[in-house]
């Protein structure tokens, strides 16, 4: 194992060092379309020291690359690299970076640069907002999240064992520049983790990783080349469900004379956690039910909506679903729902909830005929293991003859893949009324919070466009009626 | 309220345009409450499609509005059936699935966002409203007179009264829905094309024939009716050419119409059901040649002619009929038909048609339970009828006879009597109230009789003899008679409209998919297994599982779960569904090879021992052998499923045939495992079961619902290492080999 990665190391500082020299003139404000296909980032900068923490707690991979970089070129730079294998990056979402001595500075902006899509490597490129001087040094706080992360181990379960997942990564943080130093941190929501990858400790360290606790440590390694992976897997206990949602269909509707916004929400639901190895049992699932142990099926999940969110409803294909709760008080509005059957790996439950609230609680009128909506992104379960989303499609439906229509969001920009003003037609409508769709894909439950700001106008014809026209249309068809009544028709 | 007020109330009903006012905000309000009424489940439950057949009737409207009408017409359902399939587009009645998809576009044009399941679920009531209308306009028919109290009276008994209510509630999206309205609107247009011998009326009567019989098979009630009633008209010596032009219209565009329906089409010139609407054509032709003739002939020839010629056409007729018949032109009455005249004959012959609940023959408490006071003032109306026997009146007294006829032999026909007895009653109650409601006393037909006039109707009693040889009075003087007479009936419509409530409410507003019991506390709590697995089943099952049930399942499963089936409602292959319930009658190792050549993949059973559900199937297993029975005599004998002492039995003492039936095993199996030992119980049939459970070798249970009424099993595949199934299942338990080999039974498993 060692030597494979020292060798595809050693592989990938002669492709880095082959390229540097037809790409140098590249770097800048190059767009996707114009790099190469044979394109790899200029040596530029120095891991001066890094630590990576992944986080395996819930059933997604929240990582965090603590690094110092340092410029080590002559001209200042602002353009870092970090690369991913194309499987990652097709599962990886919310990435944010920012200055971690700095927070006054924002978020930097990332891309994933498709220089070649057949290769394996791809890289998200990073624009420092201001180019690092030579020689100067830079903390960047780089996070994101991996979906569909994990593999079960055993791949089925009986129906009351307890589930294992494997996790693989890399015990050197991959990186396309030189690392001095470096160690990774793995958290586990258990301490109970069978197996891990094993390797040779340097130092006063015997043996990597050390375990305390719930946590995996893997270094400090000493200085690596670019491009150096260790590969390790480690497997732990997750007694709890692996919920992921593959399909997210979001619907906010306002309605400026019902002085309401409803939203509704569709889930197509899985469960990737383990299968069972032999079918459902009804009467083992009763028994447990007694002393409740910690189960990988979902039984229930929660939906803590915005304070002032009435009339919720919860159905799936076939009609309502009985088995909800809804509290509302003050201070909570907690839907409580649980699914028509226990939810156990492989399995699969799609189903739409909604619920209506007053408009004054996301929407405002600035001057004359603007307005201005603010709802979150994304309002699903928040449950202890968290929950995924694989592709997310958000449309606020504003009324009709709005116009004018602005969005800003606080969902990192990376995540977002499409954005579109569509007509969408329903309740009388004569023009349809405009709804943005906002598409999104791999987010987690951690943004749950994150604003949807919605601007636009509603001229005062506009509004009043719908009663006239129910009006003359009545009218229409009364005085037709009592023409073609008056009409004498004698059989 | 002030006298002067009263008045004022009076003499607002004067006006004709302000009676036209009247009439119209009254029929709304009944079409409103007819809508109310049947409202019940979807305010209890929700807005759910109800019991079995409506589901196929549902899903086939999805297909219809996601596919169009042509698709829909030539749809061939490979999910049903299997492996055989269903020509759905030509097997069914497409009248209410076409209504629904005009509906849901109509209001998509209008930009309405609505629901292709709400418009079903509230179809029903929406033509109940147009219900109560028709009967309103087919029962003014029948009055002579301007006053529309008995139109009024129909329309409301039609609104609310439980024998129509019990098939048509919010979410009962079935044929009848639309097919009574049809029905009664049908007969309005023939009593109006008759009553002017109008060929218009006529067009329009055969235009909604038409649709009738795209909509109901019980169009086949029309097709009787109408023909009965011109025959006994002829018969009456009534002929007219207002009859000649009415029938002939309806009949020959009525046909032409009904044949368009795939599902019909040459039925209406080849089966016997048929055929006395054809005769009665040709009779009317000959009826119209021979009043021709005898405006040409003397009268002595014509006596001859005519006895001659009407024994010669009716022994050439009859000939034609025998001879069509026995040559297999004209299919003879069908086994269906036949039970409509003895109602022993389902039993014997097609025990399919018989093991459906509602093919039973009606108990007579269930008249007075859908009908409640209306079925007393039947008789009444119809006596009345007979005081002013014209044309139409004569309409009313056939279709009296015939639909009394009919809803005593079959429960589901109460459907058909419901309209006529609305219309009687009404006209029996209009005529009391029209007698004792007015105010005024009538005016005295001499001066002299008035003074004592209330005098006499004291002594009437005593002296009735001499009084009879006087004129009689006519009237009600009294007002305290009219008070009694107008508050009794008062009360008793009060009643009704009580008891009505109180059956919809009670009877017939339950979905019987969603199951409703009460909380300790006495706050409701639905029950919702069948819905649970139905979604279990269709989530997580491979899209095309088949899926082996009772028939009674079929059209939820594919409704609901989305998956194929083998048998389902439409019944119409009994060979099919009789292999089904060979499967589930018989011991694993017949039962194996049958569910592996239809390529069974999920057997589902209900089962209600857990909750005390009584519908389930082992309640109902006894038609599953009758019916396997009949095919297979040999194999499968219904007596080896009652003990010697003739009981149905499930617990130790049950039969040997019943405990190693599939069926038996597929219910109880593991079921032991959630009491105590010893404990196990059977809520329906009340009794304890044996220590031991019956064990399965080739299923194996892949899901039971929450209440345990709905139970899934998953057909095992072939042994990997090539052993039968009890033999892998006994090592899976442990025990040794040459235990295993002991047992009895066929050893041979494999299929293929």
Known sequence: MKTSAVFSAVLSLLTLASARSSTTSSSGSSSRADLPSTFTPPQVFKNANLVHVISAEKNYIKETINVVIENIDKAAQDEYYLPFTADQVSRLGGVEVKDRKDASAGLFAAEVVEFDPTSDTQYLRIQLPTPLKSGAQQTLGITYYLLKAYKPLPASIKQEESQFLTFSFSAYCPSVYTTSKQKTEVKFSSANVPDYTKLPGSGDIKQFPQKQGSKLTYGPFDEKPAGAVEPVQVRFEFTKPVTHVSHLERDIEVSHWGGNVA????????????????????????????????TSALKEIKFPLRVGSVDPYYTDVIGNVSTSRFRSNKREALLEIKP??????????????????????????????????????????????????????????????????????????????????????????????????????????????????????????????KPLIVFGSAMVLFVSTWILGSVNLKF | MTANSLEALASAGKGRSTRTLLRVVIL????????????????????????????????????????????????????????????????????????????????RTLTIPVDIRNICVLLAPAFSGLTAFAAYLLTNEMTTTD???????????????????????????????????????????????????????????ALFYGYM???????????????????????????????????????????????????VGFLPVKTSEHMPALGIFGFLQLVAFLSYVRSAIPGRQYQTFLWLFAGGTFAVALAGLVIATSAGIIAPWGGRFYSLWDTSYAKIHIPIIASVSEHQPTAWPAFFFDLNLLIWLFPAGVYLCFQN???????????????????????????????????????????????????????????????????ASVKKASKGGLKSTSKPVVGVYSYISKGVVVTAM??????????????????????????????????????????????????????????????????????MADRPTLVDNNTWNNTHIATVGKAMSSREEVSYPIMRQHEVDYVLVVFGGLLGYSGDDINKFLWMVRIAEGIWPDEIKEREFFTPRGEYRVDGEATEAMKNSLMYKMSYYNYNALFPP???????????????????????????????????????????????????????????????????????????
């Open chain 2, 213 to 263: 019989v795209a909509s109901w098979g019980g169009y086949a009630f029309i097709t009787c009716l109408l023909p009965l009633h011109a025959f006994v008209l002829i018969c009456m010596g009534r002929y007219s050419s207002r009859l000649y032009v009415a029938y002939c219209t309806w009949y020959a565009l009525g046909t032409l119409a009904s044949m368009q329906i795939p599902f």
């Open chain 2, 389 to 455: 026997l014209a044309d139409e009146h004569v309409f009313i007294v056939v279709y009296a006879l015939f639909g009394s006829y009919f809803a005593g032999v079959m429960v589901r026909l109460m459907l058909t009597l419901t309209p006529v007895v609305c219309v009687a009653a009404a006209l029996a109650i209009s005529s009391v109230l029209d007698t004792y409601l007015v105010a005024k006393a009538p005016a005295p037909p001499q001066v002299h009789n008035a003074e004592d006039a209330s005098e």
């Open chain 2, 490 to 559: 008062t009360i008793y419509l009060l009643l009704f409209v009580l008891h009505c409530t109180w059956v919809t409410s009670n009877a017939y507003s339950s979905p019987s998919v969603v199951l409703a019991s009460k909380m300790p506390d006495g706050s409701q709590h639905i029950i919702d297994d069948y819905r649970e697995a139905y979604q279990w089943l269709r989530q997580n099952t491979r899209e095309d599982a088949k899926i082996m049930s009772w028939w009674d399942y079929g059209y939820q499963i594919g409704g």
């Open chain 2, 28 to 107: 709304c309000l009944i079409a409103g409450a007819a809508i109310a009424s049947r409202l019940f489940s979807v305010i209890r439950f929700e807005s759910i499609i109800h019991e079995f057949d409506p589901w196929f009737n549902f899903r086939a409207t999805k297909y219809l509005v996601a596919n169009g009408f042509y698709k829909f017409w030539d749809w061939f359902d490979d999910r049903t059936w299997h492996p055989l399939g269903r020509v759905t587009g030509g097997t069914l009645y497409p009248g209410l699935m076409v209504t629904s998809g005009v509906i849901y576009h109509a209001l």
């Open chain 1, 263 to 294: 939203f509704e929400e569709r889930y197509t639901l899985y469960h990737r956690g383990a299968n069972l190895s032999s079918l459902f049992n009804r009467v083992k699932w009763a028994q447990s039910a007694y002393y409740s142990p910690s």
């Open chain 1, 340 to 465: 028509r059957y226990p939810i156990f790996g492989g399995w699969k439950y799609p189903f739409t909830i909604g619920w209506n609230s007053d408009a004054k609680n996301f929407l405002r009128k600035l001057s004359g005929d603007s307005y201005i909506l603010n709802v979150p992104f994304l309002e699903g379960p928040k449950q202890p293991e968290g929950v995924e989303y694989e592709e997310v499609q958000v449309r606020v439906i504003l009324p009709e003859g709005a116009e004018n229509i602005k969005y800003y969001t606080t969902i990192p920009a990376l995540s977002i893949t499409d954005a579109e003003v569509k007509v969408h037609k329903t309740f009388l409508d004569t023009i349809g009324r405009g709804a943005l769709v906002i598409k999104a894909r791999n987010l987690v439950d951690d943004f749950r919070e994150r604003e949807l700001i919605v601007s636009y106008d509603v001229p005062f014809m506009a509004s009043i466009r």
């Open chain 2, 147 to 205: 006053s529309a109290s008995a139109g009024l009276l129909a329309a409301l008994f039609m609104g609310i009264t439980p024998g129509y209510i019990s098939r048509s509630v919010a979410g009962s999206y079935d044929n009848e829905a639309i097919a009574i309205f049809l029905l009664v609107f049908t007969f309005y247009l023939w009593i109006k094309a008759l009553k002017q011998g109008s060929m218009l009326w006529g067009a329009l009567c």
């Open chain 2, 678 to 752: 010893g404990q196990a119980q059977d809520r329906v049939r009340g009794v304890r079961l044996p220590d031991v459970g019956p064990t399965l070798d080739t299923l194996e249970e892949a899901y039971t619902s929450e209440n345990w009424i709905i139970r899934i099993y998953k057909v095992k595949d072939l042994d990997n290492l090539g052993r039968d199934h009890t033999s892998a299942a006994a090592f899976e338990r442990g025990h040794k080999k040459k235990k295993a080999t002991k047992k009895r039974g066929p050893r041979v498993l494999r299929v293929e």
